[in-house]
């Protein structure tokens, strides 16, 4: 059964700081990997989408990267800002297509004005 | 706009009565899905439908019931059988046409049951 998990599950950092947020999962036969922002208590956004062929995906200061083979996952955010105080959640795809995805627990960041 | 919407935002009820979330899309998505969060559990999966008429059951399906009569609507029953129904419960869509799968959420439903 596929597992995912997040390192670290909290982070605190000053404003201006590059950093990463990593994610593992147990069984690298994934179909995607998908990034996602939750403010708190509300819904997920989706941040950036890495399908299984891909090695990396970008979005202005956010870059996610791939390595099926190894089963991780980082996103990388660069120059953060107090507005990228969130929980960020990462999430993979079995290949079966249509078939829901397993979360890690997330990493709660706080970025510290 | 397109989009997802979950009605209502906060939800009480008493333990023993079942209650019935709405879940609506416009995306014009095929699959559509059911969420639960848990703190520090992060989501897991309770129901998802590929189809109008045919739905599967997730990781949690013990004692919550859906049906999927139309495309655009995926509500879900918590029946007075699940034994921990306190909970944020976050509705889904994905595309299946296209090849991607990215998946869209709504802005999600706080159940709780005392």
């Known amino acids: 059964k596929q597992e995912v998990t997040q390192i670290p599950a909290a982070l605190s950092v000053p404003e201006g700081e590059n950093l990463v947020l990593n994610c593992s999962f147990t069984d690298s036969a994934i179909y995607n990997l998908q990034w996602f922002r939750q403010d708190p208590g509300k819904g997920l956004t989706s941040l950036l989408l890495?399908?299984?062929?891909?090695r990396e995906q970008t979005s202005g200061r956010l870059n996610a990267s791939l390595d099926k083979s190894s089963g991780r996952s980082t996103l990388y955010i660069a120059a953060s800002q107090p507005g990228d105080s969130a929980t960020y959640l990462c999430?993979?795809?079995?290949?079966?297509?249509?078939?829901?995805?397993?979360f890690g627990k997330g990493t709660h960041l706080i970025i510290q004005p | 706009d397109g989009g997802i919407t979950q009605s209502p935002k906060y939800l009480f009820r008493k333990e023993g009565q079942n209650v019935t979330l709405s879940c609506e899309q416009n995306l014009n998505h095929d699959a559509m899905y059911w969420y639960r969060q848990d703190p520090g559990q992060g989501l897991r999966l309770i129901y998802y439908?590929?189809?109008?008429?045919?739905?599967q059951k997730g990781d949690i399906a013990e004692g919550y019931s859906v049906s999927r009569e139309k495309k655009e609507s995926f509500p879900l029953t918590v029946t007075s059988a699940q034994k921990n129904p306190t909970a944020f419960y976050l509705c889904a869509s994905t595309p299946t046409s296209g090849g991607t799968y990215e998946q869209y959420f709504g802005p999600g439903t706080r159940l709780t049951v005392t």
């Open positions: 439908s590929q189809i109008v008429n045919d739905f």
């Open positions: 999430a993979v795809r079995q290949p079966r297509g249509a078939d829901g995805l397993t």
């Open positions: 890495i399908q299984s062929s891909q």
